[in-house]
C-alpha cells in the first residue's frame, strides 16, 4: 500500500467508527441545559468524534459537487484524454488516469523529482582547473585542464542576462578570479576542456530529426563541460534555443571562453585552447574550483524555463558512478528504480530521455500526480514550478481568469501532445495537485479546453463549510 494513504485512511476509519457517535452527542448538544449543580464549563464533543475531523464530514458532499462540476466540463476534451485530481494522496476524480500516455514536457516533474530523490537537493557539481605542477613565480608551466561537473548552468553573464526570469547560475569569470587570486599570471601551455564526466552524445539518437542540428533544435549539444548551453553563437535577445549555433566540440569552446576571460585580465596563455582528458596521475595540482546552484535551484530553472538541457544533464548525472561515466540509458534506469522505491506508481512509465522531446516517452497521469504528491520532496517540486501569470513558460497562462496566481504548474507541447500537470490553490485555503494529458488530434483550443479543467477545481470545497461541522461550542 502506498505509505501516502496511511494517514487518511486512518483517519477515515476513526472518523467512521465516531460517527455515530457524533450524530448523538449532536442530538444530545441540541437539547442540554446546564445543572445549577454543575460548576465550570464543559466540553460537548467528545475526544474521539468525527467533528474534531471535520474535512471528513465536509468531504462527501464536495466530492459530489467536485465531480457533478467537473462531469460537466470533461466531456469537452478530446478522445484520448487522461486526468486526475487527488488531495493528499486522496483520489477526488479520475478519468483514464492509469492509461499510458506521451507526456510532452512533463516528463520533465519525472526527471525533477527522480533528481531531488537521488541526487539531493544541496548536492552540487563542481567545475575544476587542475595542471600537473604547481604556480611557481606566477607561471604554470604547461598545460591546464577545464574539468566539467556537468554544472548545466555553467554560462557567462553575457549569455545569462537574456532570461526573463533570471535564475541564479554559475558565473565562468568566478574561475577567472580565482585563477588570477591564486596567483597565476601566465599558461605556458593552453587551457584544455575536459569532458569525460559523460559521454559524449550530443543529440538523443531517438530523438525526431527536427529536433537535432540543421532543424529546429530544442536542446544545446550535451556534454559534462557545458558553457553557454553548449553554444558558441546565440541572439543577444531571443533565447531559443532553434536561433543558436551549438558548438561542434563544447569542451574545447568553452576551454576558449575560459581563454579570453583570462586574457582579458592580463593572463598570459600561449598556446590554443582545446579539448582533451586530464592525466589521473594523483599528483594533479587544483588550481582553482567554483560549485553550481545545488539541484533544488538547477531543478526549478529547468522547469520555469523548460530547459531541455538541464533536463538531459541531471539524466546523465544520474546515470553516473565512480566507475562509470553518465548516460542516458543508465539515468533513465536509475529513475525509474528511484522512483519506483520512492512509492510511485511507475508500472506504466516508459521513459527514453528526460525532457520529453521524444515522441515515444510514456507515463500516466496518476504518477505526475504522484510525485507532485511526494512525501519528502512534493512541496519542494511544486513550490519550483512557474506560476499562471507570472513566470516562466505559465506566463501567459490562466491570465485574466481566477487561476491567475493560484495555477503552479508545468506546461507541454508536441505534435499531438498536449500536457498541464501542477496544483490548484482554491480560494478555500486547499491544494489539489491535478495532471492533464491529451494526445492525438486536437482541437486548436485544445490548451483553453485544458484551462477549463483545472479552472473548475477552484471551487472545491464547495459544501458546507468546516467551521460549521467543527468541534461544538463549549458549554458552561
Not at 40 to 67: C, I, K
Not at 211 to 221: A, C, D, L, N, T
Amino acid at each position: 500500500m502506498n505509505r501516502r494513504l496511511l494517514l487518511p485512511l486512518l483517519l477515515l476509519t476513526v472518523a467512521l467508527l465516531a460517527g455515530v457517535q457524533a450524530q448523538r452527542t449532536d442530538r444530545a448538544a441540541a437539547t442540554y441545559t446546564p445543572s445549577n449543580a454543575m460548576s465550570g464549563a464543559r466540553v460537548v464533543t467528545p475526544l474521539f468524534s468525527v467533528r474534531r475531523v471535520p474535512e471528513f464530514l465536509q468531504a462527501p458532499t464536495a466530492d459530489r459537487n467536485l465531480t457533478t462540476s467537473l462531469n460537466g466540463v470533461v466531456t469537452d476534451l478530446p478522445e484520448g484524454t487522461c486526468f486526475e485530481v487527488a488531495e493528499h494522496g486522496r483520489r477526488l476524480y479520475s478519468m483514464n488516469a492509469d492509461n499510458a500516455m506521451a507526456p510532452a514536457s512533463t516528463q520533465k516533474l519525472l526527471t525533477a523529482m527522480a533528481a531531488l530523490l537521488h541526487l539531493g537537493p544541496s548536492t552540487v557539481f563542481t567545475t575544476r582547473v587542475v595542471a600537473e605542477v604547481p604556480v611557481v613565480d606566477g607561471v604554470v608551466d604547461g598545460d591546464v585542464w577545464l574539468v566539467g561537473g556537468g554544472d548545466p548552468l555553467l554560462m557567462t553573464s553575457g549569455y545569462a542576462s537574456r532570461f526573463d526570469d533570471p535564475e541564479p547560475y554559475t558565473e565562468l569569470a568566478a574561475l577567472v578570479t580565482a585563477l588570477v587570486d591564486a596567483g597565476v599570471r601566465e599558461i605556458a601551455g593552453g587551457i584544455v576542456g575536459d569532458e569525460s564526466r559523460y559521454d559524449a552524445i550530443r543529440y538523443l539518437g531517438t530523438w525526431p530529426d527536427r529536433f537535432k542540428p540543421g532543424w529546429s533544435i530544442q536542446s544545446g549539444p550535451l556534454s559534462a563541460l557545458s558553457v553557454n548551453d553548449g553554444f558558441e553563437l546565440w541572439d543577444p535577445v531571443n533565447t531559443a534555443s532553434s536561433l543558436s549555433v551549438p558548438a561542434r566540440d563544447p569542451a574545447a569552446n568553452a576551454a576558449g571562453l575560459l581563454d579570453d576571460l583570462l586574457e582579458a585580465e592580463g593572463v598570459v596563455v600561449r598556446r590554443r585552447p582545446d579539448s582533451g582528458r586530464a592525466p589521473l596521475h594523483p599528483g594533479m595540482v587544483t588550481l582553482a574550483s567554483i560549485t553550481s546552484q545545488p539541484v533544488s535551484l538547477l531543478v526549478r530553472q529547468m522547469v520555469v524555463e523548460s530547459d531541455n538541457t538541464t533536463a538531459e544533464l541531471l539524466v546523465k548525472e544520474m546515470g553516473r558512478t565512480p566507475a562509470e561515466r553518465g548516460t542516458t540509458v543508465a539515468g533513465l534506469a536509475v529513475m525509474l528504480d528511484t522512483l519506483e522505491r520512492a512509492g510511485h506508481r511507475i508500472g506504466e512509465v516508459v521513459p527514453w530521455d528526460g525532457s520529453g522531446l521524444d515522441p515515444d516517452n510514456r507515463l500516466t497521469c496518476s504518477v505526475l500526480v504522484d510525485v507532485m504528491e511526494d512525501d519528502l520532496h512534493g512541496s519542494l517540486l511544486v513550490d519550483s514550478l512557474p506560476l499562471a501569470g507570472e513566470s516562466g513558460t505559465m506566463k501567459k497562462r490562466f491570465v485574466g481568469t481566477a487561476g491567475e496566481g493560484r495555477v503552479r504548474a508545468k506546461t507541454g507541447t508536441l505534435r499531438g501532445v498536449t500536457s498541464l500537470a501542477g496544483v490548484v490553490d482554491t480560494p478555500a485555503g486547499r491544494r489539489l495537485a491535478f495532471a492533464v494529458i491529451s494526445n492525438g488530434e486536437l482541437p486548436f483550443e485544445i490548451r483553453d479546453l485544458h484551462e477549463g479543467v483545472v479552472l473548475a477545481l477552484l471551487s472545491y470545497p464547495a459544501g458546507p463549510g468546516v467551521e460549521a461541522l467543527g468541534p461544538l461550542p463549549v458549554v458552561g
